[in-house]
């Protein structure tokens, strides 16, 4: 059986906690909710994906804009980011 050490529990944990919390206000950015109080932080977090999208010839590329899965990488990778930060933070 593997045994998983209660650091890198806990920074999975992290991680998965993370990422859901970002991809909240960025699903309701993205679903277009009317109150816009609630999609001022997906905003947020979209202008620089966004603009890493462009600068890097994403709208060459496809003129419906980015895919779900790069928005979808886009979190992870914040998400991990938060998790690492929240890890040292928590050392310290």
């Known amino acids: 059986m593997i045994s998983i050490s209660p ?3 806990v920074f999975l ?14 699903a309701l950015y993205r679903i277009y909710v009317e109150l816009s109080v ?4 997906g905003m947020i977090l979209y202008l620089p994906f966004m603009v890493v ?6 709208e060459t590329e496809a ?7 790069q928005i ?9 980011l938060v998790a690492t930060v929240a890890h040292y933070v928590r050392r310290s």
């Open 72 to 80: 979808g990488l886009y979190l992870v990778v914040l998400g991990l």
């Open 38 to 41: 609630l999609r001022i932080p």
């Open 13 to 26: 944990r992290d991680a998965v906690v993370s990422t859901a919390l970002l991809a909240v206000p960025m």
């Open 63 to 69: 003129g419906r804009g980015p895919s779900t899965l």
């Open 53 to 58: 999208y462009i600068v890097l010839g994403g």
């Open 7 to 9: 650091r890198r529990t």
